[in-house]
Structure formats: structure tokens, C-alpha cells
């Protein structure tokens, strides 16, 4: 059995992951944004390795949730589940924009550079990510523009996967559409399974099934499927992530 980080274990999609990988015998590194935030894990904590604490919007937290997850031990996967879709700001202001690229991008991409490298990587996308913009052209990370929408945030994350794909051969890297599920991000109304939006990124986690133990794919419901065309572009891939490197100071090696 594996140990499995999950980012944004508090609530939705993450808990029920991590709650499922824990029925299942599994060793589960949960993640709060808050102190306040720990009585919503609190009857998953006792089962658990541990909780790590910090806000995926702020870089200097992310880079101490990273520090946090490696003094835990080498993770055998980590789920890069937390992800904000605003609708009250996401066309409205720029520093809405920017915490939606803080954390749907910035922070998967830090902590992927900077957690010790595990042997399987999940990225949560979207179906939306085929809306995205495959360009950086007066992109503004810092939030004192509005440039970025969520399309753009969950494409540019899947194509972070397809690079680490390529780049770390040793690790499998996927990315998965859990489906439009009634979170409380995806809202009441959704019209997607709840039950079926946690397992597939659970099963690329964990299993030994031979099509789990592929990388670079799109997966939506266990199935695979083809992503936005830019996602397997080399040279932008090599773009994004010369623009992270960039602006983040830290560099996927």
C-alpha cells in the first residue's frame, strides 16, 4: 500500500478521495488551507500519516507545504486536487484572476518542482481546459491585470502534466476530469456523479492495473481521452514552463 498526498483534502473531491484511499488500506498526507480549517478533516485525521497546513494562493505557503510533505517521507503519489473556480470574480477583477492562476497553476507546478519526486502525479483538470488559450502573450501572473481565465489555468496545468510526462519518464503523470460534480465549487446544480468524480484519480494513484501504469494521459470516468491539441505541443510546453520558471523562481528539473 502507497502513501498519497492530496491537496485540499478539507472538502468535495479531495475528502472523498482521501476518505476511499483509506478504506482501501492506503497511507493518505492530507492538506487544509487553515489551522481553522483542521475540524473539517477531524474524523479523517486518526486514520491518517498526517495534515499539512497552508494556502495553495500564496507562494511562500506553498513552498512551506512542500517543505511539510518532505519531512513526512517520499510520497508514492500525490494528487494535485485543490483547484477555486469564482464565479463572482472570475471575470470581474484581477486579483480574482490571479488567485485562480495561483491555485489551479502556480501552486501544482511549486510543488511538483519542489515536493521529492513520487512515482505517480495526478492533476485535477477540467473539460474546460479546451477553452483555454494556448498563449502567455500578456499574461500577468501577479494579478495587477486581469489576464488568465479558469480555462486557461486548467489547460496550462494539463499541459504541466504532458510536460512532467516527458520529462520525468520515471513517473507517471496524468490528468483527470473528474466531471462536473455538485461541490461546493462545482455548485448544487451540477448535473455529474459526486460518486464517480474522486475514483478515477484515486485508481491512477494507486492501482496496478496496466492501463493505470501509463502516463501522460487525460482521463475522465477511467477512461481516456484526447486533451486540448497544445497539450502535447513540446515547444509550448517548454514555454509554460520557462514562464513558471520565471515567475516563480523555482525550476522543474
Known amino acids: 500500500m502507497g502513501t498519497v498526498f ?3 483534502s478539507a472538502d468535495g473531491l479531495g475528502r472523498e ?3 476511499q484511499l483509506l478504506d482501501e488500506g492506503h497511507r493518505v498526507v492530507l492538506h487544509v488551507r487553515t489551522r481553522d480549517r483542521l475540524a473539517a478533516v477531524a474524523d479523517l485525521a486518526p486514520r491518517t500519516q498526517d495534515v499539512v497546513i497552508g494556502d495553495l494562493a500564496s507562494a511562500a505557503e ?6 511539510q510533505v518532505n519531512r513526512i517521507g517520499r510520497m508514492d503519489a500525490v494528487i494535485h486536487n485543490a483547484g477555486i473556480y469564482d464565479s463572482a470574480t472570475r471575470d470581474a477583477t484581477a486579483e480574482g484572476h490571479a488567485k485562480i492562476l495561483a491555485v489551479n497553476t502556480l501552486a501544482p507546478y511549486i510543488l511538483t518542482a519542489l515536493i521529492e519526486r513520487p512515482q505517480r502525479l495526478i492533476y485535477l483538470s477540467s473539460s474546460m481546459h479546451r477553452g483555454g488559450h494556448a498563449t502567455l ?9 486581469a489576464t488568465g481565465s ?3 489555468s486548467k489547460l496550462f496545468v494539463t499541459t504541466l502534466m504532458a510536460a512532467v510526462a516527458r520529462l520525468w519518464p520515471a513517473v507517471l503523470s496524468n490528468a483527470v476530469d473528474p466531471g462536473w460534480v455538485p461541490t461546493r465549487m462545482g455548485g448544487a446544480s451540477a448535473p455529474d456523479d459526486l460518486r464517480l468524480g ?3 484519480q484515486a485508481w491512477l494513484a494507486t492501482s496496478n492495473d496496466l492501463e493505470a501504469l501509463t502516463s501522460g494521459g487525460y482521463w475522465h470516468h477511467d477512461r481516456s481521452s484526447d486533451p486540448h491539441p497544445s497539450v502535447g ?8 514552463l520557462e514562464a513558471l520558471t520565471r515567475y516563480t523562481g523555482v525550476r522543474l528539473e
Open 137 to 145: 502573450d500578456g499574461m500577468d501572473w501577479t494579478g495587477s491585470r
Open 198 to 200: 474522486h475514483v478515477t
Open 233 to 240: 505541443d513540446e515547444r509550448w510546453q517548454d514555454a509554460l
Open 6 to 8: 492530496i491537496t485540499g
Open 17 to 19: 478521495a482521501a476518505r
Open 150 to 152: 479558469y480555462s486557461d
Open 62 to 67: 506553498t513552498r512551506g507545504v512542500a517543505d
